[in-house]
Each structure stands twice: as C-alpha cells, then as structure tokens.
C-alpha cells in the first residue's frame, strides 16, 4: 500500500455497516500467524473504523475535523506494519464489519522485552458492550506469548480511557503538559502508563 493510502478504496462497502447488536463480535489476530489477513480489504474497513471514531470525537490521533483521506494516510502505514510483523493487532468484528482494533508494537534490539500500544478503538455504535475490555484482554495475551515484559502507551488527558487501563493494572509514570492540541485554546497533557507483565495482575471481574 502507498504511504498516503491513494490506492484503498474511498468507502466501505454499505452492506458492511448495516450488521446489527444481535450478532456475536468475534476477535481475531491480524496479520502473520494470525486468522485474518492485513489485505487491502482490511485497509477500507481500518479506515472506516478509524474515522467514525475520530468524527466522533475519540482520541486516537486525530481532530475530529480530520478527512477520510488524512485518516488513510496514517491507516496505510500501519496495514504496511502489519504486513510486516513490525506491528500486531487484534480486531473486533460484527459479521462483516469491523467494530473494533487494539494494536502493539514490539520494541526491538535492547527494547526488545517491551512494547507500546499505539491504538485502541471501538465504533461509537459498538461501544458500551465491553469490546474495548476484550480487545486490551487479548492484547495483553499476545504481548505475553510474544515474551514482552513490559508495555506502555500514552492517553490525552481528560478523555476518560484512562479507566480502561487502570483496571488492567496500567500506572501512570509521566506527563508531556500540553502536548496534545485538539483544536485552539484547547491543549491536553498526554499521559503515559505502564504495565508491567511480570507482576500479578488485578481482578478485573
């Protein structure tokens, strides 16, 4: 895929949106040894995904103003990654349409018993029935079979996923003041956490 995501189709196809609550999410892995291919199929719906969560405000990366093309850039990049080994994901879908995607990058040379999580998303339509949980659940799995002994990520201060990480056992260990800017006037800390794998984790029933 080229870098500014010009080769992925403009839009999903309609019918795979239209899937309903009733049916059952599944989750796979993405990409090498995984069950679903990080194809150019895949590409659409990341995008898809990416930008319904981005206009509805989510803080994965973008403003919310952002355009399916800017969105596409960034998605094309990391179908590359996946392609590659170079990033692991694991996907929520809904019969045919992609509802959710946790992603983690391994560190590599002397970073190679860590990792970052970069993304963790779920459609605005989806959200509520615990989806986000599962997918940091699996990822987690997968960070441990990948040996990784530690894993971090950051979060803009004041959207609320902190929550998410915390019941995992995710503390925070530093801050970069008003790094985040979502629009004027409006600047966010962003906040780091760690989890570190080799320690008991909590209960999170």
Do not use: C
């Not at 090498?32 to 150019?40: E, K, L, M, V």
């Not at 503390?171 to 970069?176: D, S």
């Amino acid at each position: 895929m080229k870098g500014d995501g010009s080769d992925l189709p403009e839009a999903q196809p309609e019918s795979a949106l239209e899937d309903g609550p009733d049916v059952p999410v599944e989750f796979r892995r993405v990409g090498p040894g995984g069950s679903q291919a990080a194809d150019n199929a895949f590409g659409v719906a990341l995008v898809t995904l990416w930008h319904r969560v981005t206009e509805a405000g989510g803080a994965v990366g973008f403003a919310p103003n952002a355009t399916r093309s800017e969105v596409a850039g960034r998605a094309a990049g990391v179908v590359a990654d996946l392609r590659a080994g170079r990033l692991l994901a694991i996907t929520a879908l809904r019969g045919r349409q992609l509802v959710g995607a946790a992603m983690l990058r391994p560190g590599v040379g002397l970073l190679a018993h860590t990792g970052w999580v970069s993304t963790v998303m779920v459609d605005p339509a989806a959200q509520g029935a615990g989806i986000g949980v599962q997918l940091v659940t699996r990822l987690i799995e997968l960070a441990r079979e990948r040996g990784l002994e530690k894993i971090d990520l950051s979060v803009r201060d004041g959207s609320g996923a902190d929550r998410l990480y915390r019941r995992f056992g995710f503390v925070e260990w530093g801050r970069r003041p008003g790094w985040v800017r979502v629009g004027p006037g409006d600047d966010r800390d962003e906040v780091f956490y760690l989890l570190d794998l080799t320690a008991d984790g909590p209960d999170r029933t």
